[in-house]
């Protein structure tokens, strides 16, 4: 999947589509005002835009809650966006994979914006139901191959511990290529810090984004 075909399905494929046009998706996607309700402001549209253009951010991204939040320092946007680009774009790690981890640190950390968005991310892209909510619980999930449980203990791990036990690293050294282990470790801590950033600044859900499917939120006590 191309970037600018994952950026239509992030904020939803349907409307992305349509006849609507660029401009007037985003005066349905995003609200005109900004939103000062948590610690930082979120740049007006506009800026967004402007500062997206000059920093090579795809204006639907840019224009986007969290990068409206993240510009409030370019520079730093900047970076963000370069390593995000690298391991949505670029990526070697089968983007199920991928996504399976995104979503298990979004339910550890009980960050809706990051599992939301991705839940939505990962239907797009076809993954089944059943593998996308089995990361609220890995072992009850019987599509998990013994790889998959392996990605997700890394998640676990990476989030308690920013470190993965050698049991864990054993069993991903026999399914993936040091290339790929490079980029599985830096799937679980880059999401990790865009949790840490969008819940501390109070980053909203955008327009369209569901919230937490079923109507279940994770609890102080996320199965492992």
Known sequence: MDRRTFVKTSVGSAVASSALGADRLLDVLVPKSGDTSGPLPLVSIDEAARLGEKLGIDRLYATSNVFRGLLNSPSATAGFYGLASALLFHNKVAA????????????CTGSEYVFCQHVRSSRDLGIPDEEILGVRDPQRCHAYSKTDLAVLQLADELHEHAEVTRSTWVVLEKAFTSEELVELLLVGG???????????????????????????????????
Not at 96 to 107: F, N, P, S, V, Y
Request: charged share 30%; hydrophobic share 45%.
């Open 96 to 107: 199920r994979t991928r996504e399976l981890i995104i979503l298990r640190i979004g339910w």
């Open 190 to 224: 880059f999401w990790r810090m865009a949790a840490g950033f969008v819940k501390s600044a109070k980053i909203q859900l955008d327009a369209g984004v569901a919230s937490w499917p079923e109507g279940r939120k994770p609890d102080s006590s996320v199965s492992k």
